[in-house]
Structures are given as structure tokens and as C-alpha cells.
């Protein structure tokens, strides 16, 4: 195992207002796996309905990179998805084997999801090519916003299927731990009213979402 780094190394020093900004370079012409890729949501008018699409980060990568693969656990929009004309393999990220590599893979809002997201991390870096990177975003606990959401509602948002917090720090060792070294991270913030996110134009820490780069052993100059 790597050498425990300098916790302040894996702040963020910079911030974007969308996160493709970062991916996109890393799936241009580039063999590259999506983990999550369903959008699943019911119908307003039939609450019994599901309507399965790609979802919004897929269709940017996809616009790109016409080649890109797709994971997903939900079985009937892996099948929906695939008659779009789309290339997505239903499995379990933490342990599907897909018998490839890859330079790129993009885990967006899906590692908080996840049973066990070092299962995940270790499964993912044995589907990654010798220079290939895996990108990961996820919500911010520290959140501007959810001091609010506190006061008022006894409590922070959380999203019914999330499983654990993550902020840079705590995700910068989980991935240490699996054999994979941070080389990029920043902080994602949306552009939002002024008001509700004026603590973020001080701090990073209280901005949206973060996310981080990584490739595995140590960083290659």
C-alpha cells in the first residue's frame, strides 16, 4: 500500500460549474466504461409506470464517444437501452468481469450508491488499462446548502438510495487503499443563486459535488 499522503494534498484547489468539463478529455477517442447509466424515473401521470433512458451523463459521453460502454443493474433498462442502439452490460460494478480494459472509466454519482465502494474501486481499477484513469463524482456532505435544509427540515438532504458520504479526503484514502493514486480532483459547484451559495466563493468546501482522478500506483510525470 501507498504511503498515507498529506490529508491537505487531496483538496480540491479548483473549481468547475460542470463536471464533463473535467471528464470529457479523458473519453475522447478513448475506450471508456460508464458505471450507472440508467435514468429510471416514474411517470408524473402513472405513478406504477417507469420510463428507462440513458441518463444525462451517458448521452454527454455518448455524443463523443460513440463507442462507449455502459454498466447497469437494472436489467430492464440495460434491455431498453440497448435497443436505443446503446452498449451496456447488466451487472453488479463491484464485481461484473467484462473481460477488457479500459482508458477511461467514469463513475458519476454512483459510488454513494454502492454496498461496498471498495469492492467497487478494486473491481474497477482490474478493468483499467496500464495508463487508463477512473474518474469519480459524488455529492458533497458540507454542502452549503444543507445548513438550511438542517434548520428547517431536523435534517440534511439525503437521497433514498444512498448509502455513505464521501468528502476528497475520506475518498483520496479509500482509493489509496485500493492501489490508486489521486492525480486530478476539484470542486463542482452549479451556478445557483447568490444567496443560498455565497459560502462557496470562499471556501470549496462548501461547494455542490467534487471529483477526483485517479490511475493506479504512483503518479506518472
Not at 113 to 129: I, T, V
Request: charged fraction near 25%.
Amino acid at each position: 500500500m501507498p504511503p498515507t499522503p498529506d490529508w491537505r494534498a487531496s483538496i480540491p484547489q479548483r473549481t468547475v460549474r460542470d463536471r464533463l468539463d473535467v471528464i470529457l478529455p479523458y473519453v475522447t477517442n478513448r475506450r471508456v466504461l460508464d458505471v450507472g447509466v440508467v435514468d429510471s424515473r416514474r411517470k408524473v401521470d402513472d405513478s406504477r409506470q417507469r420510463v428507462r433512458k440513458p441518463d444525462a451523463l451517458f448521452q454527454q459521453i455518448s455524443q463523443n464517444n460513440a463507442e462507449v460502454v455502459g454498466v447497469d443493474l437494472d436489467p430492464e433498462g440495460v434491455e431498453e437501452l440497448n435497443t436505443m442502439g446503446y452498449k451496456v452490460h447488466c451487472g453488479n460494478a463491484e464485481d461484473i468481469v467484462l473481460d477488457r480494459t479500459f482508458d477511461t472509466i467514469v463513475a458519476g454519482e454512483i459510488i454513494e450508491h454502492l454496498d461496498n465502494p471498495g469492492a467497487f474501486l478494486r473491481n474497477m481499477k482490474s478493468h483499467l488499462d496500464a495508463n487508463g484513469v477512473v474518474i469519480v463524482s459524488t455529492p458533497n456532505p458540507f454542502y452549503c446548502k444543507q445548513s438550511g435544509k438542517i434548520w428547517r427540515k431536523h435534517r440534511p438532504q439525503v437521497h433514498e438510495e444512498h448509502t455513505c458520504w464521501f468528502d476528497p479526503i475520506t475518498l483520496t484514502e479509500l482509493m489509496r487503499r485500493q492501489g490508486l493514486t489521486v492525480v486530478d480532483s476539484c470542486w463542482v459547484q452549479p451556478r445557483g443563486s447568490w444567496h443560498k451559495t455565497w459560502k462557496q466563493r470562499f471556501r470549496g468546501y462548501f461547494s455542490h459535488s467534487f471529483i477526483l482522478v485517479a490511475q493506479t500506483g504512483e503518479p506518472r510525470h
